[in-house]
C-alpha cells in the first residue's frame, strides 16, 4: 500500500478531511472576526463615556467661569469687558478639547 492511500485513506475520506479542516478554519476565522468587532465596539463606547463626561464636566466648568467672572464684574462695565474676553477664549478652548478628544489615537 502506497503512503498516499494510508496517509488519506480512500480517496474519498482524504477529500471529506480536507474540507472539514477548511470549514474549521473558516468557522475559527469567524469566531475570531466576531471578537475582534466586540472588542472594537467596545473601545468605541469606553470612548464615547468618556467623551460624555468630558463635555458634561467642560459645560459645568464653562457656566462656572462665567458666574464667576458675573461675581467678579459685579455690575462694573470696565471690569466685565476684560473678564468677557477671558470666558469666551476658554469656553473656545474647552469646545475644542472636547471635538479633538480621541482623534490621535485610534
Same mark, same amino acid.
Given at each position: ?28 476565522? +469567524?469566531?475570531?472576526?466576531? #471578537?475582534? %468587532?466586540?472588542?472594537?465596539?467596545? @473601545?468605541?463606547? $469606553? *470612548?464615547?463615556?468618556? =467623551? ?22 459685579? +455690575?462694573?462695565?470696565?471690569? #466685565?469687558? %476684560?473678564?468677557?474676553?477671558?470666558? @469666551?477664549?476658554? $469656553? *473656545?478652548?474647552?469646545? =475644542? ?10
Amino acid at each position: 500500500m502506497s503512503d498516499l492511500i494510508r496517509y488519506e485513506g480512500n480517496r474519498r475520506g482524504g477529500l471529506t478531511r480536507r474540507q472539514e479542516r477548511a470549514a474549521r478554519d473558516v468557522q475559527h476565522r +469567524g469566531e475570531l472576526d466576531l #471578537a475582534q %468587532l466586540v472588542q472594537t465596539g467596545r @473601545q468605541y463606547e $469606553a *470612548r464615547a463615556m468618556i =467623551r460624555r463626561r468630558i463635555t458634561d464636566d467642560g459645560m459645568a466648568d464653562v457656566a462656572d467661569v462665567g458666574n464667576l467672572a458675573r461675581e467678579l464684574a459685579n +455690575g462694573d462695565q470696565f471690569i #466685565a469687558s %476684560l473678564l468677557i474676553p477671558i470666558v @469666551q477664549e476658554f $469656553a *473656545r478652548t474647552t469646545a =475644542r478639547d472636547i471635538r479633538e478628544f480621541g482623534r490621535g489615537s485610534r
